[in-house]
């Protein structure tokens, strides 16, 4: 199983680019990279998922080096909605069962 | 993105009656739904996993007599906390994927259980 270590907490400003690294060095070879951001008192969402190299949708982009044992979550021009604690969960696909729930990053977004 | 329902949001209790928490796929179906329990700052702890037609496999230290799964359709799953004390006091929340190699998670709201 691959444990995964990211910051405890972040704070940043509206309006910049927020960078969370997350280390993952015993990653195995099937295991995928995910990202969930979480509200207080609501469920987890997932935010982007990645194999290798980038990845990027509407709200996020994923960096993975060459050697999968780190990935960078970059949220652009955060705004105050965006605090929240964003966890990176590293996994064989399929096998949900065995994720292991980090504390997460907490993003403190201030004005 | 699928969507996941989860009800009660909240709910208060006394100590000894039981709860029932649903929790429905509204627009997917899902052979295995996922439980959790999570305390203020902490981080989510899998209780158990529901499989459609069968028993639930529960994680080390879960007791099935007392959160009892029933995953009785491809949409549905529900825990039911049994006999509940104090300490049962949580935020419980589910899970569920698209598919057996869908690795991408779709959570319901989560429910805050208070047992006085």
């Known amino acids: 199983l691959a444990k995964t270590t990211q910051p405890i907490s972040m704070d940043s400003y509206e309006g910049q680019e927020v960078n969370i690294t997350c280390s993952h060095n015993?990653?195995?070879?099937?295991?995928?990279i995910t990202w969930y951001q979480q509200f207080p008192s609501q469920g987890p969402r997932f935010i982007i998922q990645g194999y290798k190299t980038k990845v990027t949708n509407e709200v996020a982009s994923l960096f993975i080096p060459a050697d999968r044992k780190s990935s960078t979550l970059s949220l652009p021009r955060v705004s105050l909605s965006d605090t929240a604690v964003y966890y990176c969960l590293v996994g064989e696909a399929g096998n949900n069962r065995k994720l292991i729930w980090g504390l997460g990053t907490s993003l403190a977004v201030n004005p | 993105g699928a969507v996941v329902s989860q009800h009660p949001s909240w709910v208060i209790c006394k100590s000894g009656t039981s709860v029932k928490i649903e929790c429905r796929s509204l627009?997917?179906?899902?052979?295995?739904m996922f439980w959790y329990r999570q305390f203020p700052k902490q981080s989510l702890m899998l209780m158990a996993t529901s499989n459609e037609g069968s028993k639930a496999t529960y994680e080390q230290g879960v007791e099935k007599d007392k959160f009892l799964i029933n995953h009785a359709s491809l949409t549905l799953s529900t825990l039911t906390v049994t006999s509940a004390h104090p300490e049962d006091s949580s935020f419980y929340i589910c899970?569920?994927?698209?598919?057996?190699?869908?690795?991408?998670?779709?959570f319901g709201s989560g429910t805050q259980l208070s047992v006085l």
């Open positions: 015993n990653i195995a070879t099937n295991d995928y």
């Open positions: 899970s569920a994927s698209q598919g057996l190699h869908d690795e991408k998670l779709f």
């Open positions: 627009d997917f179906q899902a052979t295995t």
